[in-house]
């Protein structure tokens, strides 16, 4: 399945930087406003050990991880929802993607200019988060007009939708994100077919700079407000040193981890954030595996056996008479398929079966 996650922020808080850093791929890396004004694309692998010892277990040819497509999308500056710098265009592109990846700088620096003079990130979050509540505001209350209309007919489904933005509306009047509205499935399924930019999920990337004035290292004021902030809105993040990890992307595995404990950056963000966006969309991986390829397979938590099947190809779904499974530790601790058979560790599943993430798959037809 295709999933992609947009790279949002102000101008100059290191979208470019990170974007590069995920994908390998060169893009115009600026300190100026809207250095990237046509969103670059990348298709990034999702790290995962356990594919890499599916594939050595089995000697495979080919090795195929599962993937999520990142989008840098231009620096956004308030005013954006009614056409100020790129907003028409910074917001369209947003409405593409699955997700939103707000990166929000938490570092000081002189010779790195902030669009609002000073580094504060809250205040960045709350500038971003009002346009995209203002660009869902317009919309939705034009829909909201024409549906009023409409539904006096009495199409159930004019008034279903009706429903859904008669509450919708006013959170976003009151600045809050249309996701924050207490729906039912039925209703969240229509709301999505709203497109609304607030609906999106969202991962806030904290973004740190070695050597330099780090917020949560500071401990102040500013650090004291983002991390309320994070807490009470129970908003998912991570942090990440963008330049760092620009500078490490074409360096060998072996010899990363020597300049991280140099750079004093243990973690790998990058890893980090790809993992991070792949929990934020709600998705798991299953494999399969043999000789010719391991692959890992994207699917939503909570798909059943021939739902997953259908990530491979419709027959699977549409043909499905059950699935061979076995939990990927469980098979490399038989060491091949048929000696989990011997064991007795792998099981016969059916069509109710609800597929769980690291399960290594056969399928009948």
């Excluded at 692998?45 to 050595?56: H, I, N, Q, S």
């Excluded at 070695?210 to 809105?233: C, P, Q, T, Y």
């Excluded at 991280?260 to 991986?285: H, M, P, T």
């Amino acid at each position: 399945m295709s999933l992609s996650i947009g790279i949002v922020g102000l101008p100059n808080v290191g979208k470019s930087t990170l974007f590069k850093a995920l994908t390998k791929k060169e893009v115009l890396i600026a300190n100026y406003p809207f250095a990237t004004v046509d969103p670059s694309v990348g298709v990034v692998p999702v790290p995962d050990l356990r594919l890499d010892r599916l594939a050595e277990m089995s000697h495979s040819a080919k090795k195929i991880p599962a993937i999520v497509e990142f989008v840098d999308i231009a620096g956004l500056v308030k005013g954006a929802s009614e056409g100020e710098g790129l907003g028409n265009q910074f917001l369209s592109h947003i409405r593409e993607v699955d997700a939103i990846a707000e990166v929000v700088r938490i570092f000081d620096d002189e010779d790195i200019h902030h669009v609002a003079g000073d580094v504060d990130p809250r205040y960045d979050i709350e500038v971003i988060d009002l346009e995209l509540v203002q660009a869902d505001l317009q919309s939705a209350e034009k829909r909201l007009d024409r549906v009023e209309r409409d539904a006096k007919g009495g199409d159930k489904e004019l008034v279903a939708e009706r429903d859904v933005l008669r509450k919708i509306v006013p959170a976003l009047k009151a600045g809050r994100a249309a996701r924050t509205v207490a729906l039912d499935a039925n209703e969240k399924e229509r709301a999505k077919a709203l497109h609304l930019l607030t609906m999106k999920p969202i991962l806030y990337v904290l973004n740190r700079k070695s050597g330099a004035v780090n917020i949560d290292a500071e401990g102040g004021e500013r650090w004291r407000e983002l991390k309320d902030f994070l807490e009470s809105s129970q908003g998912q993040y991570v942090f990440i040193d963008a330049g760092v990890e620009r500078e490490l992307s074409d360096v060998g595995d072996q010899e990363r981890a020597d300049f991280r404990r140099e750079l004093g950056v243990s973690e790998d963000g990058i890893n980090a954030l790809i993992k991070a966006g792949y929990v934020l969309l709600d998705l798991i991986s299953f494999f399969t595996t043999g000789e010719k390829e391991s692959r890992a397979w994207t699917i939503r938590r909570g798909s059943t056996a021939p739902e997953a099947g259908a990530a491979i190809h419709t027959d699977f779904r549409d043909k499905f008479i059950r699935a061979d499974v076995i939990q990927w530790d469980k098979l490399l601790e038989a060491g091949s398929y048929a000696k989990a058979r011997e064991k007795g560790w792998l099981r016969s599943e059916g069509k109710e079966y609800i597929v769980q993430d690291g399960d290594v798959m056969e399928f009948k037809i």
